[in-house]
Nanobody, 120 residues
């Protein structure tokens, strides 16, 4: 079983910055993609950004140029630096990791979610 624990959410004014962190632990053999998604009430969860073990990144158009995703493969952590935040970035942010657990079982795990609120 693989667990993800997030930290770093909170309340910030528009134009401000927040940094989200996520640590994976448990029966991990290898982690492939790590990423961040977000969800607002009444809407589907959407991909914000993800990163491969080699550092290849993908960003949603809405966050390009403002958010930066990074990871530490040795520590099984992923970070999302969010700058120039807008009220429309308000959501619950979820960390996700996809990989292989010990025993050669694939996994896709989610964190518990952390609230990000951007005031105008």
């Amino acid at each position: 079983q693989v667990q993800l624990v997030e930290s770093g959410g909170g309340l910030v004014q528009a134009g401000g910055s927040l940094r989200l962190s996520c640590a994976a632990s448990g029966s991990i053999f290898s982690i492939n993609t790590m990423g961040w998604h977000r969800q607002v009430p009444g809407k589907q969860r959407e991909l914000v950004a993800h990163i491969t073990p080699s550092g290849t990144t993908f960003y949603a158009d809405s966050v390009k140029g403002r958010f930066t995703i990074s990871r530490d493969n040795a520590k099984n952590t992923v970070t999302l630096q969010m700058n120039s935040l807008k009220p429309e970035d308000t959501a619950v942010y979820y960390c996700n990791a996809v990989g292989v657990a010990t025993g050669w079982r694939s996994f896709s795990s989610w964190g518990q979610g952390t609230q990000v609120t951007v005031s105008s």
